[in-house]
């Protein structure tokens, strides 16, 4: 069974500053995705960024990247120039890549608040 | 689109009630899945389907039933209601992608907040 790790329950950042979130997990298999989804107040999962393992290169979605390790488990969510709008919780994700499954294991979650 | 729906958004049970959460997608896609968000924890998943007629259990299935009769909708029934399941019920949707054989980005629907007294 996969495990993720989200081992920082609560960050702050000050608008307009950088902010890293990290994300471990556990598996033996070699092919699957990783995400990020943020959760504001409104409770819908807005899916941020999303990981493909055989792929080398980081994904990066305008303020959002990823610094994606696949030897050392490690999934970290980068956002530059952190705006009022980024406070939310913040959930890693993994999906095995498997027809038959499709099942992703959430962390526990980081909940942001960006400070004006 | 209106994407992944799902009603009710708020419901107040008793112990020992049932009742039946709805969700429907009209994206069509072939993968649904029923999550919990319990205060301050991620999703666990209760029941998922890969097509019409196919259901699995997910992490947390006890006291959940499922059914998958179209591709559009998948309910989730609670049958006699207990305090343990007072959560944030997530609907969520994906497409298997048919060259790499593998489900893909699940899209989630609003939620609903259920609270068993």
């Known amino acids: 069974a996969q495990t993720v790790t989200q081992s920082q329950p609560e960050m702050s950042v000050q608008e307009a500053e950088t902010v890293t979130l990290s994300c471990t997990y556990d598996t033996s298999e070699n092919n699957y995705y990783l995400f990020w989804y943020k959760q504001p107040p409104s409770r819908q999962m807005i899916l941020v960024i999303r990981q493909e393992a055989y792929k080398q290169q980081n994904a990066t979605e305008n303020r959002f990247s990823v610094n994606f390790q696949k030897a050392a488990k490690s999934f970290s969510l980068k956002i530059s120039d952190s705006q009022l709008g980024d406070t939310a919780m913040y959930f890693c994700?993994?999906?095995?890549?498997?027809?038959?499954?499709?099942?992703?294991?959430f962390g526990d979650g980081t909940t942001l608040t960006v400070k004006p | 689109n209106a994407g992944v729906t799902q009603t009710p958004k708020f419901r107040i049970l008793k112990i020992g009630q049932s009742m039946t959460l709805q969700c429907a997608q009209d994206m069509n896609h072939n993968y649904m899945y029923w999550y919990r968000q319990d205060p301050g924890m991620g999703l666990k998943l209760i029941y998922y389907?890969?097509?019409?007629?196919?259901?699995d259990k997910g992490e947390v299935p006890n006291g959940y039933n499922v059914s998958r009769s179209t591709t559009e909708d998948f309910p989730l029934r609670l049958e006699l209601a207990a305090p343990s399941q007072t959560s944030v019920y997530f609907c969520?949707?994906?497409?298997?992608?048919?060259?790499?054989?593998?489900?893909?980005?699940?899209?989630f629907g609003p939620g609903t907040r259920l609270t068993v007294l």
């Open positions: 969520a949707s994906s497409y298997l992608v048919a060259s790499g054989g593998a489900a893909d980005t699940q899209y």
């Open positions: 389907s890969v097509g019409a007629g196919i259901t």
């Open positions: 994700a993994f999906m095995k890549h498997d027809k038959n499954a499709g099942k992703s294991t």
